[in-house]
C-alpha cells in the first residue's frame, strides 16, 4: 500500500462520517478519484456502517416502568409538596443560572425583562396609576365587609382584574388571607347589585371561581 | 372549590434535571419516558442480554436520581446516562466474569426480540410491527441480520463497542463520546475507527447483500 492509500485510509472512517476538515476531505476525494482499491475500501465502510446503523431497535418490556417504580419505592417523596411562588421564583433563577453559558440568547431576554420593568416603572409614575393606588389605599383603610357595598363597579373590575391575576399565578395554591371568603362573598353580593352597570362598564366583572 | 387550573412548567432537559433535584416525580417520570428506550438499547446491544439490559437500565435510573445532588449543570443529561450506563455495564461484566468462572462457562444469550422479529418467538415484550415488515421472509432475514451484526458487536473489546454503539446507532458526536468515556477526542476517533474495520471483516459475507 503506497503512502497516500495509508494516509487516505486512515481518514477514511471520518470521511465517512463528513467530520473531516474541508482540506483533508478535498485531499481524501482527489486520491479516490484515481485510486480504485481506496474507493472500494471506501463502499465497504459505508456498507458496514449502514449495516450496523440499520439494527433493529429493540423495545423494553411492559412491566418496566413498574419494576423500576419498585426499586425506586422509598427514594421518592411519598407526598411531594406543592410548589410554592417562592420556590417557582427559585427554581426559575436556577434554569437562568444554568442557562447562562447560552450567553446571547439570555442577554436579548435580560434586555427584555429590563425594559418591561422601564415600561412597569413609567406606568406606576402615570396619573392613572396614582389615582388607582389611592383608591386601593383608600379601601384599605376602611372595614373591608363595610366598604364594599359602596364600590363603584370600575373599581371592582379592578378586584376582579386583581383576584383573576392572582389566581393566574397563585391557581396551585389557595388563599391563606381567613379573611378572603368573606371579601369574596362581599364582591358577589356588591357585583349582584350592580350587575347592571357593572355590564355597562367591564364584560370581565364577574368573580371566576373556577381558580379557587 | 371549583377545577383546577394545569400548570404548565417547563420541560426542557435542563428544567427537568432542576426539577429532579426538587425531588419532584412527575419530571422523573419524564426523563424515563425519554429516555428508556436509548439507554435500554445500548445496555441491550452491549451486554447482550434483555432481562438483565432492562435490570441495569432501572439501575441507571436509580443511580441518576440518587447522584442527582451531584449533577453538574455543564453535562447534558444524555452523556451523563450514557456514562452511569456504560459504568453499570463494566460492572455487569465484572460481576459475569466471575459468576462465569465459577460455573464453567457461559455464551452470551441473545434471547430478546427486536422490532423485526415475529411475535411469539422467543421471550420479551410484545411488539407493533409496521405493515411495510410484515412479510415472514423479510422479517426472519432482518432477525437473522440483527443476529450477525449483534454477534460481530460482541466480538469488539468493550471499549470500541461503546464507541460504535454510542456513535452509529444512539447518534452521538465524538465530543459527546469523549465525555462520556473521559478519553481525548483523537482516542475516539481511532477506537470508531478500528471497531469499524473489525465489524467490516467480520461481516463481510452480509456487505454484498
Known amino acids: 500500500m503506497s503512502k497516500e492509500c495509508s494516509q487516505a485510509r486512515g481518514l477514511l472512517s471520518e470521511y465517512v462520517d463528513g467530520s473531516l476538515s474541508a482540506d483533508s476531505a478535498w485531499q481524501v476525494r482527489m486520491h479516490l478519484t484515481v485510486c480504485a482499491d481506496c474507493a472500494e475500501a471506501l463502499q465497504q465502510l459505508r456498507a458496514t456502517v449502514a449495516l450496523v446503523r440499520g439494527l433493529s431497535r429493540v423495545q423494553v418490556s411492559a412491566d418496566f416502568d413498574a419494576k423500576l417504580a419498585a426499586k425506586m419505592s422509598g427514594l421518592m417523596p411519598r407526598h411531594p409538596s406543592r410548589s410554592t411562588t417562592v420556590d417557582n421564583l427559585k427554581r426559575a433563577l436556577r434554569i437562568a443560572a444554568i442557562r447562562w453559558q447560552d450567553g446571547p440568547r439570555l442577554l436579548i431576554a435580560g434586555a427584555g425583562a429590563a425594559m418591561a420593568c422601564a415600561v412597569v416603572a413609567l406606568a406606576m409614575l402615570s396619573p392613572n396609576f396614582v389615582g388607582t393606588a389611592s383608591r386601593v389605599q383608600t379601601y384599605r383603610s376602611q372595614s373591608p365587609i363595610a366598604s364594599f357595598a359602596s364600590v363603584p363597579s370600575a373599581d371592582l373590575a379592578f378586584v376582579a382584574a386583581c383576584s383573576n391575576q392572582h389566581a393566574q399565578y397563585e391557581s396551585n395554591q389557595s388563599i391563606a388571607d381567613p379573611t378572603a371568603d368573606i371579601v369574596a362573598a362581599r364582591v358577589d353580593e356588591a357585583g349582584a347589585a350592580s350587575t347592571g352597570a357593572a355590564a355597562a362598564d367591564s364584560g370581565n366583572l364577574a368573580y371566576s371561581t373556577d381558580t379557587e | ?209
Open chain 2, 1 to 209: 372549590l371549583g377545577s383546577e387550573k394545569v400548570i404548565c412548567l417547563p420541560n426542557t432537559d435542563t428544567a427537568l434535571i432542576v426539577r429532579c433535584q426538587e425531588r419532584d416525580p412527575a419530571a422523573f417520570d419524564e426523563i424515563v419516558t425519554r429516555y428508556k428506550q436509548k439507554i435500554f438499547n445500548y445496555v441491550y446491544r452491549m451486554i447482550g442480554n434483555g432481562d438483565e439490559a432492562e435490570d441495569v437500565t432501572q439501575d441507571v435510573f436509580v443511580k441518576m436520581y440518587v447522584s442527582l445532588p451531584s449533577f453538574r449543570s455543564e453535562a447534558s443529561i444524555t452523556t451523563w446516562l450514557f456514562k452511569i450506563a456504560g459504568n453499570l455495564c463494566i460492572d455487569r461484566y465484572r460481576k459475569r466474569s466471575r459468576r462465569e468462572q465459577a460455573m464453567g462457562g457461559e455464551t452470551i444469550s441473545l434471547d430478546y426480540r427486536s422490532e423485526a422479529e415475529p411475535s411469539g418467538a422467543g421471550g420479551g415484550p410484545t411488539v407493533e410491527v409496521p405493515d411495510r415488515d410484515t412479510e415472514p421472509q423479510r422479517i426472519l432475514e432482518q432477525a437473522e441480520l440483527d443476529r450477525q451484526i449483534q454477534a460481530a458487536l460482541a466480538e469488539l473489546p468493550d471499549k470500541m463497542r461503546a464507541v460504535v454503539l454510542l456513535h452509529d446507532i444512539e447518534g452521538l458526536s465524538y465530543e459527546e463520546i469523549a465525555q462520556i468515556e473521559r478519553c481525548p477526542l483523537g482516542t475516539i476517533k481511532s477506537r470508531l475507527f478500528n471497531a469499524r474495520q473489525q465489524l467490516r471483516k467480520l461481516l463481510t459475507p452480509y456487505l454484498q447483500s
